[in-house]
């Protein structure tokens, strides 16, 4: 009877944790799976004891593929133990400047150097004759590059266009969202960032396919590969008085092949969240051709936050010098696999769970790519994109519902200028969480 109760008290108090991490979700603790997941108030406490027991996801509990945290990559940089820790003294980086000399004077030098290394390494795009700007997230400089392309003495805002599907949410659904999931990442929507300050210089006019063809100026952005559907992209509307803002967020040889000739556009961000997974440490880059927009991008992260945190910048550099070596002095790294090896396969394992399950379900169809030569690997691959847009087939005309009936969260089509027959599905959660929702998506199936 004592240990009967013990063992019922015990439950409820691991209940009690596993329920109000519902309400403080966590989102510094990176090795719980709670992080991702809540239990539904009504679950049986028979599934609750089958969830803490196999480890095996109940149907009852949530799995939120929503946002694209990407902490597939934790365990990579766990594996290198010590290698990428940073010991910062408390005297160190007391000053606002990193390099006077620098027009982008925040940025630390090694920083900057990293960035150079990476790229040169991988091929991905040009730095030679680049100013490289570094901003608190590519979030930041996405504003700052709206900030410098347009005019101040224009006598109406310039539109700011990107081709459907893109990445967007707006306002309304945001704050109930934020309600609901206090998701980081929905902030990164473009035309929420693009309108949120309600700007005279810009202002969000959608999909760039229907921009009147009126010869007025407009910022056209490029997303390569596209945040939701993984598709390579080029501009769409080609007009001389368009400005282009290429986001290369996903240019890296994990998700996409990369071409023989490196990226080459007048602005081009990048960002650490999704190069090596350190969403956490906010930290982009824009290479930029034209001095006057990197001097006038470099005045909007002045305006806005004198600079971008030194001891970020640091502990990205290492983080990038240590991904470096692992290709460049493989023979040092007997513990794992040269960083971009390791993801690559990662990716295509889940890929290939991905359509596994979605061939089993027969309720669903997924995106093919195109195969293309990697310069950097040498392999020959279909994308394997960070998101998954995922289209209901059949009677199914609301995805999201249909799926979050099954206590899957995804985010509509609807949200990103298309169908609500499609979702976005993040391919970057823990292994963990992947697996559970490759294992409920294969289960469901039309019968
Ligand atoms: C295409 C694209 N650009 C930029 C960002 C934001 O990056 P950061 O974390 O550097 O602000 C995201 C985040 O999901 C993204 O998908």
Redesign the pocket.
């Known amino acids: 009877m004592e240990l009967k109760s013990m063992i019922l008290g015990h439950f409820l108090v691991v209940s009690l944790a596993l329920n109000a991490g519902l309400l403080y979700k966590d989102y510094s603790k990176g090795k719980h799976k709670s992080q991702h997941t809540f239990i539904f108030k009504n679950e049986s406490l028979v599934t609750k004891m089958a969830f803490l027991e196999t480890n095996k996801a109940p149907l009852t509990e949530v799995i939120d593929l929503d946002?694209?945290d990407p902490t597939m990559y934790e365990k990579y940089w766990q594996q290198l133990g010590d290698r990428t820790t940073v010991v910062i003294p408390g005297w160190k980086f007391i000053s606002y400047f990193s390099d006077k000399r620098n027009l982008c004077w925040f940025l630390e030098p090694e920083f900057g150097d990293a960035i150079i290394r990476l790229h040169k390494l991988v091929g991905n795009a040009v730095t030679d004759d680049r100013y490289i700007v570094v901003?608190?997230?590519?979030?930041?400089?996405?504003q700052a590059v709206l900030y410098a392309v347009s005019s101040p003495n224009a006598s109406e805002p310039i539109n700011v266009v990107s081709a459907a599907p893109f990445?967007s949410v707006s306002l309304l659904e945001l704050v109930s969202l934020l309600e609901l999931l206090s998701s980081l990442?929905l902030l990164?929507s473009?035309p929420l960032i693009t309108d949120f300050l309600k700007s005279g210089l810009y202002k969000w006019a959608g999909d760039a396919h229907k921009l009147e063809k009126d010869n007025k100026p407009y910022i056209e952005l490029v997303?390569s590969p596209?945040?939701?559907d993984g598709s390579s992209r080029q501009s769409v509307v080609n007009n001389k008085q368009g400005i282009l803002i290429h986001?290369l967020?996903?240019y890296w040889p994990q998700y996409t092949s990369i071409s023989s000739s490196p990226a080459d556009h007048d602005i081009m961000?990048?960002?650490?969240?999704?190069t090596t997974g350190h969403?956490g440490t906010?930290?982009?880059w824009a290479l930029v051709k034209d001095h006057e927009i990197a001097k006038k991008m470099t005045e909007f992260i002045v305006l806005s936050s004198i600079g971008v945190s030194k001891e970020s910048q640091i502990r990205a550099a290492k983080i990038l010098q240590v991904l470096s070596d692992s290709h460049e002095n493989k023979d040092h790294f007997k513990e794992s696999q040269p960083f971009f090896h390791h993801s690559y396969n990662l990716m295509a394992k889940r890929w290939k769970q991905l359509r596994g399950a979605v061939k089993t379900s027969k309720l669903f169809s997924l995106p093919e790519f195109p195969h293309g030569s990697c310069a950097f690997s040498g392999r020959n691959f279909a994308s394997q994109p960070?998101?998954a847009w995922l289209k209901c087939e059949g009677e199914i005309e609301d995805c999201e519902s249909f799926l979050r009936d099954h206590n899957i969260l995804t985010r509509s089509g609807k949200h990103f200028g298309d169908s609500a027959k499609y979702v976005r599905i993040s391919v970057l959660p823990r292994d963990e969480l992947f697996d559970q929702f490759i294992d409920r998506l294969s289960a469901l199936n039309s019968t």
């Open positions: 946002h694209g901003g608190t997230g590519s979030t930041q400089l996405f990445y990442e990164c473009y997303t596209n945040n939701p986001d967020a996903y961000l990048f960002t650490v969240s999704k969403a906010r930290l982009g960070a998101f």
